[in-house]
């Protein structure tokens, strides 16, 4: 399919006096004709005639805008699915070539995946439905840890790629409670809202940093949670603060969300903490910190940012 650089169709909104003015919803640009793309053009769009986004040139023609849609979403899904089981697969061929342990190789995998999958969201259509065709990513991977972890198929591969001791009813907890929270994150957030892209950060990047840095580095424990170390809570805070603002700042400059500097960081260092301290907490027996860090992530996240 041939592709031509178009302007982004997202426009950064005025800044109000609302509590949640440094964040506003967008709302759906029409596609029909280049001159509905102009009207709705952010300033430093035009002022840099390079910054523009790739979308199929179906898009541009005439009568074909809910078909458009459809066919760049479907087109989308199928490249992340590709991308996210050759992710998988990449690290499963260096666990098996003994390139990288076992345990790196699932943390890189807990890292890079959901992250991919959100820095993903943009390729995909303006239309409402195209955060459901994003969630089919994750959602045909919960299926298939479903599968696996009841052993109805055998798949050696993902079982050492994904879980600590190689059991295939590990499926079942860890890795199936993380790829629930892509499915809502992409469904109720989605990409123009902070707190789904703040709460997948944080388990992704601040949570899997934390465990490579607390094997790595951990000497030094806790004392309320001797199976976690300051190196891993430190760690968690600082790469969970700055994969957040890196994820913000993405979407911002896409023209999704609006950012406002030190309130933006003041408000992610808040989030951050709260999830790292939440992640430190002798609770993993009971709660799983795929599930803990993200809604400890999410409830912080509408406190101080309002919706």
């Excluded at 029909?32 to 790739?54: D, G, M, Q, W, Y």
């Excluded at 979403?73 to 996210?84: E, R």
């Excluded at 089919?136 to 591969?157: A, F, K, M, T, Y």
């Excluded at 059991?167 to 809202?193: M, Q, T």
Aim: charged share 15%; hydrophobic share 50%.
């Amino acid at each position: 399919m041939a592709y031509v650089g178009i302007p982004s169709p997202r426009a950064p909104a005025a800044v109000g006096n609302l509590s949640y003015a440094h964040f506003r919803r967008r709302v759906a640009t029409p596609s029909s004709t280049i001159t509905l793309f102009l009207k709705v053009l952010p300033e430093r769009v035009v002022a840099k005639r390079f910054n523009v986004r790739l979308r199929p040139i179906v898009a541009l023609l005439p009568g074909v805008g809910a078909g458009g849609a459809v066919l760049q979403d479907a087109g989308a899904t199928a490249l992340v699915i590709a991308g996210a089981y050759g992710l998988v697969s990449t690290f499963d061929s260096l666990t098996r070539r003994n390139i990288i342990e076992q345990n790196l190789s699932r943390k890189l995998v807990h890292i890079l995946s959901g992250l991919l999958f959100l820095a993903s969201w943009p390729i995909f259509s303006t239309s409402t439905g195209a955060r459901y065709f994003a969630s089919l990513v994750p959602s045909i991977n919960c299926l298939r840890l479903v599968i696996h972890g009841l052993s109805l198929v055998p798949d050696e591969g993902l079982i050492k790629s994904v879980t600590r001791q190689g059991k295939p009813e590990e499926l079942l907890r860890g890795p199936l409670f993380y790829v629930l929270v892509l499915i809502l994150c992409a469904i109720v957030f989605w990409r123009d809202s902070p707190i789904g892209m703040i709460s997948l950060a944080m388990m992704c990047g601040g949570d899997g940093i934390a465990d490579i840095m607390g094997r790595r580095f951990g000497t030094l424990k806790i004392p309320y949670n001797r199976q976690k170390s300051w190196a891993g809570s430190i760690s968690m805070f600082l790469f969970g603060f700055l994969v957040s603002i890196c994820m913000l700042y993405y979407f911002s400059a896409l023209g999704y969300i609006k950012l406002d500097g030190m309130w933006t960081l003041e408000r992610v260092a808040l989030i951050s903490l709260v999830a790292t301290v939440v992640e430190s907490l002798p609770i993993t027996e009971t709660m799983d910190d795929n599930i803990s860090v993200p809604l400890a992530s999410m409830m912080a996240a509408v406190l101080v940012f309002g919706y």
